[in-house]
């Protein structure tokens, strides 16, 4: 009797752990990929908006995820677990699949307004920063920098990046000054 007790403990546990194992997620919008959650610049790729991933483990902020076989950390936040995941054939997806073309942001002003709103977006499509912005905003606005330089001093992490004329400073991830390059 006690064999047959612990077999079913045994199957029961494997199966709820199978299916932990193989929970499935959809992007709710174009996802990075991180290599590292503590690393904002280890971006392996760019997941798209509607994208299947498989959930390997779960953490407040980060889900470590795996996507086309390549796995990597994605914002817990942009990952929809509610939907149900249709797996489909290709025998099953139509030839032509349309889009459509209202939602998507013509050009650059467009899209910042959609992000931040009127008059943030277009502060930042203006190429203008200020005290405050974000790390985000500050790339909206002025793109990558040629280089960065990351910093940890006591508990704050700063960085210095570094464009062909002009620098920005950031104290977690906020942009506390900025100056020409020297």
């Known amino acids: 009797m006690k064999n047959i007790l612990v077999s079913m403990l045994l199957l029961i546990a494997a199966a709820s752990a199978s299916a932990q194992d193989n929970q499935k997620a959809i992007t709710r919008e174009a996802a990075r990929l991180f290599a590292d959650k503590d690393d904002a610049m280890s971006v392996i790729m760019i997941v798209p908006k509607g994208s299947v991933v498989e959930i390997l483990s779960l953490d407040s902020l980060y889900f470590k995820v795996s996507f086309e076989g390549t796995e990597g950390f994605v914002k817990s936040d942009g990952l929809d677990l509610d939907s149900e995941v249709v797996e489909t054939s290709v025998e099953s ?14 050009d650059r002003y467009q899209m910042l307004v959609m992000k ?16 405050g912005i974000t790390a985000e905003m500050a790339t909206d606005s002025w793109g990558k920098p040629i280089q960065l330089n990351r910093m940890f001093v006591d508990q704050n992490t700063d960085e210095e990046w570094i464009y062909s004329k002009k620098w920005l400073y950031f104290r ?4 506390i000054n900025w100056g020409p390059v020297k």
Do not use: F, S, T
């Open 93 to 106: 997806v139509p030839a032509v699949v349309p889009q459509p073309q209202a939602e998507q942001p013509v």
């Open 116 to 131: 931040y709103g009127e008059d943030i977006g277009k502060r930042l499509y203006q190429n203008k920063v200020w005290k």
């Open 172 to 175: 977690n991830g906020i942009l």
